[in-house]
């Protein structure tokens, strides 16, 4: 009877893509285009136009998207980034990588996005760039951080690694900002069979740049312009990518079907369920839970076989990587709170009613 739900199933993906898949993996191997190539080239089309951007810089990681993203801003040593301590770290990895510190900023309840209302007292001389991430596939609430980006003449550059096709106000995320930051890594809405990212811009200098950037700095074999990087995406990820990006739209569909039944399973639960606010279409990357007593929860679903996971154990301010920055515990409550309290239930777009059901089901006994 009660069958597992497992945590996360790419297998069930996979099984009825399968054939498609190995015949474009196949097509890369047959061309021996192994680093970007012809299907790499098909899929930054594809996903631009996904994004409704004019461009698409396909990379290795979503981490080196968000990298690149702010050395094309000219955020170096000695500069700050405004970001949210409720990330996964490499968020905060691109303010490091360019020698930059990362300004934390704390988040909202409901949402768990960085809260716009307090970034204006972030902002010091040394701010050069707003990087705020669309947690759990959640926008951030986007135009009063754009008024505040225009007004102190900062740009924006959206973390959009867990919010593919997820909309604002009717418009899907990644063109808000100068350049946004996508991951394709395998768990991902989109996933790729190996590491990808994606920087997406409608400006073409930096889209140029960028492809420059991520191929050691040149745009003619041999002959290195600056300083560059081995960014680039492998082939088999564009192919792969290509024949997953046709699915993502009835894919994010099918995670919207799980999480509006998740809702009405689960309304009436002590849980706090996730919110999703009137501006907004989540791409419910994750369906996020609260709790006090989250800790057991977890335990209780475990031991029913019901996968779960925790989506972050410790905000960044509090990692000992950032030891350094010289915040403590208490700085960001809200941040810290959800760091205690939240709890990821399984969401992907093949969980079956039955698997969301019992789902539910296991949660309701634990308040029994
Ligand atoms: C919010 C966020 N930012 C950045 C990244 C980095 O992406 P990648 O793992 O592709 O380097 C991820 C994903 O891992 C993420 O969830």
């Excluded at 951030?140 to 754009?146: E, F, G, K």
């Excluded at 993502?248 to 639960?269: D, I, M, N, P, S």
């Amino acid at each position: 009877m009660n069958e597992p739900v497992p945590y996360l199933d790419l297998r069930a993906q996979m099984a009825p893509l399968r054939k498609e898949i190995d015949a474009a993996i196949a097509r890369t191997l047959d061309n021996c285009s192994f680093c970007l190539g012809p299907d790499v080239v098909q899929f930054e089309k594809d996903f631009a136009r996904f994004c409704e951007a004019e461009h698409c810089v396909a990379f290795n990681s979503g981490t080196s998207a968000l990298h690149v993203a702010l050395l094309l801003l000219n955020v170096g040593p000695g500069d700050e980034v405004i970001s949210t301590p409720s990330t996964f770290v490499a968020t905060s990895w691109a303010i490091s990588y360019v020698g930059a510190r990362p300004v934390y900023v704390d988040t909202d309840d409901a949402t768990f996005c960085l809260r716009p209302d307090l970034i204006e007292k972030a902002i010091t001389k040394k701010t050069k760039a707003v990087l705020p991430v669309h947690l759990y596939g959640h926008p951030v609430d986007l135009d009063p951080i754009l008024a505040i980006c225009r007004k102190h003449n900062l740009p924006l550059v959206e973390d959009a690694a867990q919010a593919h096709g997820a909309k604002y106000k009717g418009k899907v995320v990644g063109t808000f900002g100068v350049m946004s930051g996508f991951s394709f890594y395998p768990g991902k809405n989109l996933g790729a069979y190996g590491e990808g990212g994606a920087l997406v811009t409608n400006d073409t200098a930096l889209a140029a740049r960028a492809r420059s950037l991520r191929e050691h700095g040149s745009t003619q074999r041999y002959y290195h312009d600056e300083v560059g990087f081995n960014y680039r995406m492998e082939g088999i990820q564009g192919a792969v990518l290509g024949v997953k990006l046709k699915h993502l739209e009835a894919w994010t569909r099918e995670r919207r079907r799980v999480a509006h039944r998740y809702h009405e399973l689960l309304k009436g639960t002590p849980l706090q369920l996730p919110y999703e606010a009137p501006y907004a279409e989540s791409a419910y990357h994750l369906y996020v839970v609260r709790h006090p007593d989250r800790d057991n929860l977890k335990k209780h679903l475990e031991a029913n076989k019901v996968g779960c996971a925790l989506h972050y154990p410790l905000p960044l301010h509090l990692q000992k990587c950032y030891a350094h920055l010289g915040y403590k515990a208490g700085d960001f409550p809200a941040s810290e709170k959800a760091a205690r309290e939240c709890l990821s239930l399984p969401i992907y777009p093949e969980m079956t009613d039955a698997q969301v059901v019992r789902t539910a089901e296991v949660v309701k006994q634990f308040f029994t």
